[in-house]
């Protein structure tokens, strides 16, 4: 039986190729997530839980320990039952941070649109990488520390053969990096991952970001990809995909603990 978008998508989350080497990963059957010293919330999440009701508050105890000192993240998907679940974390001092809705295009499907006076490049060097940060953290409104062996992990991840990790910048006609987003490649799901799009707030509203999305998407399209999508914020990042052409499916709520 063919696997769901839904089903999908949740399965890009459980695939951590991307992690880098000062976080931990555990996996087993029944639970999967990430661990770091660090304050960073993409590296302190879960991001499958297939557990007995009966295992459940001993498992968000589990991750609430090895979470300890730093925020905490749960990603609940609507690929089961959730209801459970949610009462393990509402005991536990978890609470509904942002809701997402799945949604996902297939690139044949999608109209490339031109937008001429921008200029994508995806990163291939350590200038075009500090750009595609830069207009990240200005963005999201977040500013991530990085020492120079973090900032070169990154850059290999996005340059080396056979690489899955893809992301761009977009330059105003004046050269000015103003929008960036990732691509992350997940060939056995015939599946391309998108995250992170963003445009500084003074560029907003004037096509960067669909020059973008249309630049990701001819991306994954060569690497043979059929279909991509992301995880879209209900309130803001999903109303602007589905104008381009994705199809909304299911939801998906991040449990968050301070």
Request: hydrophobic residues 45%.
């Amino acid at each position: 039986m063919p696997l769901s978008v839904d089903d999908i998508l949740e399965r890009t989350q459980w695939d951590f190729f991307w992690v880098p080497p000062f976080a931990e990963v555990i996996d087993r059957p029944e639970l999967l997530y990430v661990r770091c010293h660090r304050d960073l919330v993409l590296l302190n999440c879960v991001t499958r839980t297939r557990a007995a009701l009966e295992r459940l508050d001993a498992l968000v105890a589990e991750v609430s320990a090895a979470h300890r000192g730093v925020r905490s993240r749960w990603l609940v998907p609507a690929t089961f039952d959730t209801t459970s679940l949610e009462a393990a974390l509402d005991r536990a001092g978890y609470a509904p941070a942002a809701h997402h809705v799945v949604c996902a295009v297939s690139v044949d499907a999608y109209a490339l649109r031109p937008n001429p006076g921008f200029t994508v490049q995806q990163v291939h060097d350590r200038g075009t990488l500090l750009d595609c940060l830069l207009v990240a953290d200005r963005a999201f409104g977040s500013a991530q520390e990085r020492t120079e062996s973090e900032l070169q992990f990154e850059l290999d991840a996005c340059t080396r053969p056979g690489r899955r990790v893809h992301r761009f910048v977009l330059y105003d006609a004046d050269g000015a990096p103003i929008s960036s987003g990732g691509l992350n490649a997940y060939p056995d799901l015939s599946f391309g991952f998108l995250w992170a799009g963003g445009t500084v707030p003074e560029a907003r509203n004037r096509g960067a970001y669909s020059a973008l999305l249309a630049a990701r998407v001819r991306v994954a399209r060569a690497l043979g990809i059929e279909r991509v999508g992301l995880y879209a914020r209900t309130d803001t990042s999903a109303p602007v995909v589905e104008r381009h052409g994705f199809a909304r499916y299911g939801p998906m709520t991040y449990w968050d603990r301070a």
